[in-house]
């Protein structure tokens, strides 16, 4: 672990992150820092730069300046599949599973740079107790929230120390929702920290330790939900308010 200058250990570490797309700076100055077992929320409206700060931690997209430092490790320049062999693995907004594998492939192919860890296939069929009975099955006959689930699975079998998630509940009924997200306590609890991206304020603002609000991606407000005030993380969401507040 990498110590902050406040003295606490934090196993993820990002400093003044600016992320271009094409002349676009999606996502500006962002710093955050995630210690392990901890889950951290980053919420904003469509096009507030939150799927481009995911990508780049996951190394799909370069940062045009600032730090990323995975346990003292600076992996700003690493690519993809390195940053997996390290331990950071992401649950992509669409889910992306291979329409022509079954569930159990498509869970496996989450083993290809695994790491040793307690997340093996028996402990995702643990987590997600109804995966068995269909393991066989096509990924195209899942429901929406199925195949979330599936990527979620696929991603932990890397044995992650960090776990990005975009988009957990974009188009799932609420059942759901609240279903997968039940699941995140067992994940955690492990030692993998957790970084959310949201649009669901509500669902965020439950589970998450820290909570981030993109703007444009800038950050406009930052805190523990408990700390917080719902107007001011409304204002910020929607752009009614300027200034960080932490």
């Known amino acids: 672990m990498s110590t902050g200058h406040d003295g606490a250990s934090y196993l993820l570490e990002v400093t003044d992150l600016d992320v271009y797309h094409g002349q676009l700076r999606a996502v500006a100055d962002f710093s ?4 392990a077992g901890s889950t951290v929320g980053v919420i904003g409206a469509n096009g507030a730069g939150k799927t481009t700060l995911l990508r780049c931690l996951a190394g799909v ?3 045009t300046s600032g730090r990323i430092v995975l346990d003292g490790t600076d992996i700003t320049a690493l690519p993809a599949h390195r940053r997996v062999e390290l331990g ?3 649950v992509p907004e669409g889910r992306r599973l291979f329409g022509s594998l ?3 492939d498509n869970l496996l192919t989450g083993t290809y740079r695994k790491r040793s860890g307690p997340w093996t296939l028996e402990a995702i069929y643990e987590l997600f107790d109804w995966m068995p009975a269909r393991a066989k099955q096509s990924s195209r006959q ?3 929230g199925e195949q979330q689930a599936v990527a979620i699975g696929r991603a932990l079998l890397a044995n992650p120390r960090v776990l990005l998630i975009d988009e957990l509940s974009l188009g799932l ?3 759901i929702v609240k279903r997968i997200y039940a699941t995140l306590p067992r994940i955690v609890a492990g030692g993998t920290a957790v ?3 949201e649009q669901d304020v509500s669902q965020a603002m439950a589970v998450v330790d820290t909570v981030y609000c993109l703007l444009e991606g800038h950050t406009v407000l930052t805190g523990a939900p408990a700390d917080l005030d719902r107007g001011a993380v409304e204002d910020a969401y929607f752009g009614l308010a300027t200034g960080a507040v932490s």
């Not at 955050?32 to 210690?35: G, I, K, N, V």
């Open 32 to 35: 955050l820092r995630l210690a």
């Open 173 to 175: 009924a609420p059942v």
């Open 88 to 90: 950071i693995a992401s």
């Open 195 to 197: 970084l959310l991206v």
């Open 61 to 63: 997209l370069p940062a």
């Open 102 to 104: 079954s569930l159990q």
């Open 142 to 144: 899942l429901s929406g």
